[in-house]
């Protein structure tokens, strides 16, 4: 799981409570105690360089990419779904992972939104890995939750 914050903390509670193991990305060692607490293994890295995630891949089924809520620089947060999702999906070639989950939705740009939708598709077109866009708003977890983990439920049925 690469993003998600908050949200991402109470689906990852779900996932393990019914026996799914998660490992759960931040950039920060603060946030350590917060994720293990949730019961997912954390992993310190950044989408930002994604060297930094190459290995996070390790036995994963399910790569989330959960940026849909990502602030900063306008430019580097259009990277996070252009750029540097691409790079993340050509590294999911030669790993265990059989699906994505890209948040389409948000406050992120629109643009930058159909762009990594965009690279989603082309994932699936090129290497034929399975995907669902996540479209529920992520500032309304009471939805958000249940449509991610039914687009877990999804992807993985693909297999």
Same mark, same amino acid.
């Not at 590294?91 to 690279?119: F, S």
């Given at each position: 799981?690469?993003?998600?914050?908050?949200?991402? +903390?109470?689906?990852?509670?779900?996932? @393990?409570?019914?026996?799914?193991?998660?490992?759960?990305?931040?950039?920060?060692?603060?946030?350590?105690?917060?994720?293990?607490?949730?019961?997912?293994?954390?992993?310190?890295?950044?989408?930002?360089?994604?060297?930094? =995630?190459?290995?996070?891949?390790?036995?994963?089924?399910? +790569?989330?990419?959960?940026?849909?809520?990502?602030?900063?620089?306008?430019?580097?947060?259009?990277?996070?779904?252009?750029?540097?999702?691409?790079?993340? +999906?050509?590294?999911?070639?030669?790993?265990?992972?059989?699906?994505?989950?890209?948040?389409?939705?948000?406050?992120?740009?629109?643009?930058?939104?159909?762009?990594?939708?965009?690279? @989603?598709?082309?994932?699936?077109?090129?290497?034929?890995?399975?995907?669902? =866009?996540?479209?529920?708003?992520?500032?309304?977890?009471?939805?958000?939750?249940?449509?991610?983990?039914?687009?877990?439920? +999804?992807? =993985?049925?693909?297999?």
């Amino acid at each position: 799981m690469v993003g998600g914050g908050c949200r991402g +903390l109470e689906l990852t509670r779900g996932l @393990v409570a019914d026996g799914h193991a998660v490992r759960a990305v931040t950039r920060t060692p603060a946030r350590r105690e917060a994720i293990e607490a949730a019961g997912a293994e954390c992993w310190i890295g950044t989408p930002d360089r994604i060297g930094t =995630l190459r290995y996070a891949l390790e036995n994963v089924t399910v +790569l989330l990419w959960l940026l849909g809520t990502a602030t900063g620089d306008p430019e580097g947060v259009a990277a996070l779904h252009g750029s540097r999702l691409k790079m993340m +999906l050509e590294k999911t070639t030669d790993t265990t992972v059989r699906g994505v989950i890209y948040e389409a939705a948000g406050p992120v740009a629109p643009e930058a939104l159909a762009a990594g939708a965009a690279e @989603v598709r082309w994932a699936h077109e090129t290497n034929e890995i399975p995907f669902r =866009l996540l479209e529920a708003d992520p500032r309304d977890r009471a939805a958000w939750v249940p449509a991610a983990r039914a687009a877990i439920d +999804l992807v =993985l049925s693909d297999r």
